[in-house]
């Protein structure tokens, strides 16, 4: 069935480094693309998107890439802060339409300071 | 703009019980949607409301219903409580349903 699948349960940084949080996606009909910071004790907080025709969104100290060809999304973060410890989401919506989203699982990502 | 928010905030039951839990959505916004998170599951979505109708349906049981309200506030009920129903319940909203969808801090729910 349809599934968003990340390639790493668990990330561990050095602080100041810059991290990479990757995911896959199995529906090629997707469209559109949203990252996710879920912080202990608080619900999924927006991050960044991306639609479908687009490669590359860049936000604060955020980007996320998109290559449509292997059905992938990466989130990249630069130079890592212990604010960003969390756990992230990557979620699809199939389409632009009304169908539900679908989260992948998650990685935990932890920056050692 | 106040955030979406979620009353209560943590529950406790025990099992054959019945919850309510309620959203409140961001201003302005009509669609509502609902997801279970645990462990093992990770976020499972729920159903979705839009101008009082559900929209979407996902895979779970007919104990978990839900309404919105003619102000987008929305309440989801689960009856006949089950262990394997202990989760972070969260409630998102989102203009029409297809944009970014902003989250409420959740309702923890235990089951005894």
């Known amino acids: 069935g349809e599934s968003v699948g990340l390639h790493l349960p668990t990330l561990s940084v050095q602080e100041g480094d810059n991290s990479i949080i990757n995911c896959a996606y199995s529906?090629?009909?997707?469209?559109?693309f949203i990252w996710y910071k879920q912080e202990s004790g608080k619900g999924p907080q927006f991050i960044i998107d991306?639609?479908?025709?687009?490669d590359k969104r860049q936000g604060q100290r955020v980007t996320v890439l998109l290559n449509k060809t292997v059905k992938h999304l990466s989130l990249q973060i630069a130079a890592t802060q212990p604010g960003d410890s969390a756990v992230y989401f990557c979620?699809?919506?199939?389409?632009?339409?009304?169908?539900?989203?679908?989260f992948g699982p998650g990685t935990s990502l932890s920056v050692i300071p | 703009k106040a955030g979406v928010t979620q009353t209560p905030r943590y529950l406790i039951k025990t099992r054959g019980q019945q919850v309510t839990l309620s959203c409140s959505p961001i201003s302005g916004h009509r669609s509502v949607s609902w997801y279970q998170q645990t462990p093992g599951q990770g976020l499972q979505f729920l159903f979705e409301y839009f101008s009082e109708t559900q929209r979407n349906k996902g895979n779970f049981p007919g104990r978990f219903s839900g309404r919105q309200f003619s102000n987008s506030r929305s309440e989801m009920n689960v009856s006949t409580l089950e262990l394997g129903d202990s989760a972070l319940y969260l409630c998102?909203?989102?203009?029409?349903?297809?944009?970014?969808?902003?989250f409420g801090p959740g309702t923890r729910l235990l089951v005894l």
């Open positions: 998102a909203s989102s203009l029409e349903g297809w944009e970014t969808q902003y």
């Open positions: 529906n090629s009909a997707s469209d559109y």
């Open positions: 991306i639609r479908s025709n687009m």
């Open positions: 979620a699809e919506n199939p389409k632009t339409s009304y169908d539900k989203v679908i």
